[in-house]
T-cell receptor, first 110, second 116 residues
Framework: KQEVTQIPAALSVPEGENLVLNCSFTDSAIYNLQWFRQDPGKGLTSLLLIQSSQREQTSGRLNASLDKSSGRSTLYIAASQPGDSATYLCAVARFNKFYFGSGTKLNVKP | GAVVSQHPSRVICKSGTSVKIECRSLDFQATTMFWYRQFPKQSLMLMATSNEGSKATYEQGVEKDKFLINHASLTLSTLTVASAHPEDSSFYIC????????????FGSGTRLTVV
């Protein structure tokens, strides 16, 4: 069974810092890996999707990498801002199912 | 494009009553819809997969008689929590497969259910 782990569970940083969120998964047979943002009481906003054949994706200040063989992905956030405060979820897709990590709760202090 | 509208966003109900949650695909046909549940400080867990016009497939441990899923049309899937109890209080979110897009799936905004 696929298990997805995210560390750290929570992170508090001052504004302007660069930071890295980690995601690991146990089964490398994945279709893709996706990073989401979840604001309190809200749904999911897709940030980046990496297909299983890709190594990384970038969008603005966000960069996500994927190392399928080691079962790891990282989300890099450059020059963090208070508006980045949210819970970040990673999910791996396989056979039409998403397996989610429990998230990293990020707080960016002004 | 590829938006799923989920309603209601929040609902509070009394124990023993039933609650219906709707997910509508606004600009595409959702042949497959997925329903997830998220308990506080836990990850989203897939509850069931529904295909238009057929019975839903439930994940192990999910009571099909309590969580009734109907996917009667290509644009609407509903989840009914029957005879809800406080332990059913959770965040429920739907997701639809979007054929022909790079993202593949789109998510609703979720429903916070509180059973008192």
């Amino acid at each position: 069974k696929q298990e997805v782990t995210q560390i750290p569970a929570a992170l508090s940083v001052p504004e302007g810092e660069n930071l890295v969120l980690n995601c690991s998964f146990t089964d490398s047979a994945i279709y893709n890996l996706q990073w989401f943002r979840q604001d309190p009481g809200k749904g999911l906003t897709s940030l980046l999707l990496i297909q299983s054949s890709q190594r990384e994706q970038t969008s603005g200040r966000l960069n996500a990498s994927l190392d399928k063989s080691s079962g790891r992905s990282t989300l890099y956030i450059a020059a963090s801002q208070p508006g980045d405060s949210a819970t970040y979820l990673c999910a791996v897709a396989r056979f039409n199912k998403f397996y989610f990590g429990s998230g990293t709760k990020l707080n960016v202090k002004p | 494009g590829a938006v799923v509208s989920q309603h209601p966003s929040r609902v509070i109900c009394k124990s023993g009553t039933s609650v219906k949650i709707e997910c509508r695909s606004l600009d595409f046909q959702a042949t497959t819809m997925f329903w997830y549940r998220q308990f506080p400080k836990q990850s989203l867990m897939l509850m069931a997969t529904s295909n238009e016009g057929s019975k839903a497939t439930y994940e192990q441990g999910v009571e099909k008689d309590k969580f009734l899923i109907n996917h009667a049309s290509l644009t609407l899937s509903t989840l009914t929590v029957a005879s809800a109890h406080p332990e059913d209080s959770s965040f429920y979110i739907c997701s639809a497969r979007v054929v022909g897009t790079v993202y593949g799936y789109t998510f609703g905004s979720g429903t916070r259910l509180t059973v008192v």
